[in-house]
């Protein structure tokens, strides 16, 4: 963003991303460093900035991401609106702020946006006053600027809920993947081991899987055979509901 | 409210609540009607207003519901965040905030919340800048001020869609329902018939209800047994989960 656009910016409204990957172990999430201040290191962050005074808060959410980040074109659902009174109050955060912003102690309510991705695909660039954009294991991060932890918290919260009633953690996967791969996502996002002939079982019987001829290469374990989404099948089953109650 | 308080509003963001109610036989939205201005007739609206600069915003929803309608100690829900950068653009919505607001013009972002309410608790007494406040047919509003329309479509959409996975419904209903009336609110919210067989199998084997001696009096037809909610069994329920992958 140009520096001279940044009177157009809206000072009371900003948007907040979480980005989630998996790399085949463990969940990780998208986060930015920022210079320090006066000496003072800044935690780390979740990609965000106010929003323009004449921007949808969709488009000021993949802006923002795409500035810091340098991801474009990726599909971001709004968490909700954040807006302890409070939620920029923190001392270092403070220093920060004073730093950057025009009106440093003016209250602002953020929206969260949260995103799946196969992060072999993004590279994080980092520009703007991102030092730099990395992907952490989200189990290593306990610290983070403003209210950042209570929305990663409440994104998390959103995909556990979700990867529970709709296939969506199949954006989280390489296009082939195998059925252990798919297994240890489950498991790491519900946090609690699932029985894997169960499981295996359930997922063929759904049929959003897909197996291939193909088999993985140079393992040293016996090679276990690819399979891809079943894109066709899920969207069958969106139109019939994934509900449990079976209406 | 009282009005002297009014600088210390954020003119920036806002809440809305989206309350519905079931009358038995329709789902129902409480709304408000304000005073024309100038002549010109306002839309009805959602109950809604400006957030206080030092509240949360779970806060303001609540005292803008209470202020607007009396109603009070009421769960409200976030829905999201709604930020159409022309969404007081409307000419008739800005003669009205030109009347009410030191800012008519300023862009402001609203949060939408939502609740189910047994209606039949809940008489409205409106007062501030409501002239009036009543039960309305969701299938009546065709046309609301403001983005009211949309925050009330996504209100239900998440009502469609939570009913689904969880026995929410029960909030909509008086203590002691028949099971009709239950097939009646499930019809109405999904918008399509449902065999009354399946489903009243399907409500008795997930234990979610229970059967009182006492049955249905002065009828024109077979009085039919009362039922209640039964909490104990839906938490137990809520601790296992409600998800259709059974994990």
Same mark, same amino acid.
């Given at each position: 963003?140009?520096?001279?656009?940044?009177?157009e910016?809206?000072?009371?409204?900003?948007?907040?991303c979480?980005i989630?990957?998996f790399?085949?172990?463990?969940i990780k999430?998208?986060?930015?460093?920022?210079?320090?201040?006066?000496?003072?290191?800044?935690?780390?962050?979740?990609?965000?900035?106010?929003?323009?005074?004449?921007?949808?808060?969709?488009?000021?959410?993949?802006?923002?991401?795409?500035?810091?980040?340098?991801?474009?074109?990726?599909?971001?659902?709004?968490?909700? %609106? &954040?807006?302890?009174?409070?939620? !920029?109050?923190?001392?270092?955060?403070q #220093?920060?702020? +004073?730093?950057?912003? $025009?009106?440093?102690?003016?209250?602002?309510?953020?929206?969260?946006?949260?995103?799946?991705?196969?992060?072999?695909?993004?590279?994080?660039?980092?520009?703007?006053?991102?030092?730099?954009?990395?992907?952490?294991p989200?189990?290593?991060i306990?610290?983070? %600027? &403003?209210?950042?932890m209570?929305? !990663?918290?409440?994104?998390f919260?959103k #995909?556990?809920? +979700?990867i529970?009633? $709709?296939?969506i953690?199949?954006?989280?996967?390489?296009?082939?993947?195998?059925?252990?791969q798919?297994?240890k996502?489950?498991?790491?996002?519900?946090?609690?081991?699932?029985?894997?002939?169960?499981?295996?079982?359930?997922?063929?019987?759904l049929?959003?899987?897909q197996?291939?001829?193909?088999?993985?290469?140079?393992?040293?374990?016996?090679?276990?055979?690819?399979?891809?989404?079943?894109e066709?099948?899920?969207?069958?089953?969106?139109?019939?509901?994934?509900?449990?109650?079976g209406?």
């Open positions: 963003m140009d520096s001279k656009n940044r009177h910016l809206n000072p009371r409204v900003s948007a907040d979480v989630f990957g790399d085949l172990n463990q999430v998208l986060l930015i460093e920022r210079e320090a201040i006066n000496g003072v290191e800044q935690s780390m962050a979740l990609p965000g900035d106010l929003i323009f005074e004449g921007e949808n808060l969709d488009t000021a959410a993949s802006r923002v991401l795409y500035e810091l980040t340098g991801l474009d074109e990726i599909y971001l659902e709004q968490v909700g %609106a &954040f807006g302890d009174p409070n939620r !920029l109050n923190n001392p270092k955060d #220093l920060w702020l +004073k730093a950057v912003r $025009q009106n440093p102690t003016e209250r602002v309510i953020t929206i969260g946006f949260f995103s799946l991705v196969n992060m072999n695909n993004y590279e994080p660039q980092p520009s703007s006053f991102a030092k730099s954009a990395a992907w952490i989200l189990e290593d306990d610290e983070l %600027a &403003f209210d950042h209570e929305i !990663l918290k409440a994104s919260a #995909l556990q809920h +979700k529970r009633i $709709q296939p953690g199949f954006n989280l996967l390489p296009h082939k993947f195998t059925l252990s798919l297994h996502l489950y498991e790491v996002i519900l946090g609690r081991e699932l029985d894997k002939r169960n499981f295996r079982r359930k997922m063929l019987k049929n959003l899987v197996s291939l001829e193909e088999r993985q290469a140079g393992v040293p374990h016996k090679p276990s055979q690819y399979f891809v989404f079943n066709e099948k899920y969207n069958e089953l969106i139109l019939h509901g994934f509900d449990n109650f209406f």
